[in-house]
């Protein structure tokens, strides 16, 4: 799998869009990025995930470079629920049995 | 929405008990997974399953075992608590055909004195 990086934190205005940064210099052609994140003593929650093409949900969206190299969560409108730890994973979509490895993430604060 | 369902929240046990961990989920899904989480070495499987009564071990089995004898239920057993097993405990689930999406429950967080 690829490796990531994140920065490992950033603070954000309440109401304001978070824009979160991952790279992935090393990522394959057949690997996609995927965003979770964790509020504190929570459970992972699943966000966004993307090949190449830009992608939108109710939650987020997810801006992969045209290289693939690195890519940009967007909370458009950041509330203080937001603030949590977030995870960028690359990795092959299998259709079988995968494990989902996390690496250190950035913690998001959301300020009123 | 996917909900997936974790017995407890907290636990407190004696080193020697034994111990259950519940997990329900009630999507249908197939895969079913237990991850412990500890700070500074991230999320590490201890098991999955993808159907019921079949199981695979993952990164980190050792005094652990499972049981899945229904599709919505995951059961996770320490056989004899010790207090290094004192962790979160997540389980997730997902449908085989739907990647690296998983779906998590809120964990337990045990405590083994």
């Known amino acids: 799998d690829a490796k990531t990086t994140q920065p490992p934190s950033m603070d954000c205005a309440e109401g304001r869009a978070a824009n979160l940064p991952c790279n992935h210099s090393?990522?394959?052609?057949?690997?996609?990025v995927y965003w979770y994140r964790q509020i504190h003593s929570q459970g992972p929650q699943y966000i966004i995930h993307?090949?190449?093409n830009n992608e939108t949900n109710e939650m987020a969206s997810l801006i992969i470079t045209e290289d693939r190299k690195s890519s940009t969560l967007i909370l458009p409108h950041a509330t203080l629920r937001d603030t949590a730890v977030y995870y960028c994973i690359v990795r092959v979509a299998s259709t079988s049995y995968g494990k989902l490895t996390f690496g250190q993430g950035t913690i998001l604060t959301v300020h009123p | 929405d996917v909900k997936v369902t974790q017995s407890s929240r907290y636990l407190v046990k004696r080193t020697g008990e034994k111990v259950f961990l519940e997990c329900v989920q009630d999507m249908d899904h197939e895969n079913m997974f237990w991850y412990r989480q500890d700070p500074g070495l991230g999320l590490r499987l201890i098991y999955f399953?993808?159907?019921?009564?079949?199981?695979e071990k993952g990164d980190i089995p050792e005094g652990y075992s499972v049981s899945r004898e229904k599709k919505e239920r995951f059961s996770l057993i320490l056989e004899s608590a010790s207090t290094n097993q004192t962790s979160m405990y997540l389980c997730a689930s997902n449908h085989p055909d739907s990647g690296e999406t998983q779906y998590f429950g809120p964990g337990t967080r045990l405590l083994v004195l």
């Open positions: 090393t990522i394959s052609g057949n690997e996609y």
């Open positions: 993307g090949l190449k």
């Open positions: 399953s993808y159907d019921v009564k079949m199981k």
